[in-house]
């Protein structure tokens, strides 16, 4: 059973730049599926990005494509959520999530384990 560990979370300015990590500690993330979400105090829960089994496909939600890069280390132990250009509507807590059926996808995914999260603020 995976227990993934979000990290690189922090309060930056409006332009700045922050690198989420996922990871499970000891484990690979190779034979899974990862997605970031988050959620915002109030809001319901979104999907951000996502990077399949193979790496061969990638998923963006259109409120971050062309600032956020998602990517998995060669090891695969490590998957990345670059963003970069953030604003304040970034801000929420984000969550990494691991899904190990087959699928070579990032849609119908459903995700057997979650992280605990970590916490973006983008404020000035």
């Known amino acids: 059973q995976l227990q993934l560990v979000e990290s690189g979370g922090g309060k930056v300015q409006p332009g700045g730049s922050l690198r989420l990590s996922c990871q499970a500690p000891?484990?690979?993330?190779?034979?899974?599926?990862i997605g970031w979400f988050r959620q915002a105090p109030g809001k319901e829960r979104e999907a951000v990005s996502c990077?399949?089994?193979?790496?061969?496909?990638?998923y963006y939600a259109d409120s971050v494509k062309g600032r956020f890069t998602i990517s998995r280390d060669s090891a695969k132990m490590t998957v990345y959520l670059q963003m970069n250009n953030l604003k304040p509507e970034d801000t929420a807590k984000y969550y990494c999530?691991?899904?190990?059926?087959?699928?070579?996808?990032?849609?119908?995914?459903?995700?057997?384990?979650w992280g605990q999260g970590t916490q973006v603020t983008v404020s000035s």
């Open positions: 999530a691991a899904d190990e059926s087959d699928s070579d996808s990032c849609s119908g995914l459903i995700m057997d384990y």
């Open positions: 000891g484990f690979t993330l190779g034979h899974s599926a």
């Open positions: 990077i399949s089994k193979s790496d061969h496909v990638t």
